[in-house]
């Protein structure tokens, strides 16, 4: 598959579409994700996928900030996972952090909130963003249907996204004192970020990360410039 993938980039660039014009996100003769994502049939969407590793509540141990912490774990293992999407561009960590929680993360990151939510195989979650992760609605699936394992995973977030009050203090703490919200894969109701709003698990403990991989939106103003 790689070196399917190899090729065709090869291919599309000694045809010379890469040039100096400004091209929209619609155009695929020109934007190379595109090009390749429509070449190998891969629907557009938002795709979630889970570390192999499982982590302690110090969540933000890994870069400058809480959200950039949680980009690293998740862009290193990426290329690992079961993703089948790898030409997707932007990552992030499905943890809410107080500059960030999750329920921004479409004002905050770009994250498109018109196309579906899938699984790391292409399974559908929900058919929007917002259907998603705004805790409004049931999922159309367990995310363990979906290919994203059995597992909990840490979120520090609530039913609807917010942030949670537990939160292993910003995501610094991993002993035993403090405690962290989590969400559940075997479940589809809409407060599966943190069932009954009283999943937490101690910061001692470890617990996977789940990740979003996506194109990020582009507004009207961007396309014109």
Known sequence: MRIYIYILLVSFLSFGCITDKTCSDEDKSCNPQAFLTSSLLIPQGIYVYSTAT?????????????EFSGQNICRGEKLFSSLVNQ????????????SVPINTFSTSFSVPTSIPVFGPTGIELAS?????????????????????GTDDFWTFSGQGGGYAGSNCSGGTDKTSEG???????????????????????????????????????????????
């Open 179 to 225: 405690s962290g919200a989590f969400g559940s894969a075997t479940v589809k109701d809409p407060d599966w970020l943190r069932p009954g709003g009283e999943a937490i698990a101690s910061c001692n403990t470890t617990h996977r990360v789940l990740c979003i991989c996506f194109t990020p939106e582009v507004s009207s103003g961007e396309e014109q410039q």
């Open 87 to 98: 030409l997707c561009p932007d990552v992030w960590a499905l943890i809410a952090s107080e």
């Open 54 to 66: 499982k982590y302690a509540g110090n969540l933000s141990a890994y870069g400058s900030t809480p």
């Open 128 to 148: 929007t963003w917002d259907n998603f992760i705004l805790g409004e609605l049931f999922l159309e699936r367990p995310l363990s249907d979906a290919n994203l």
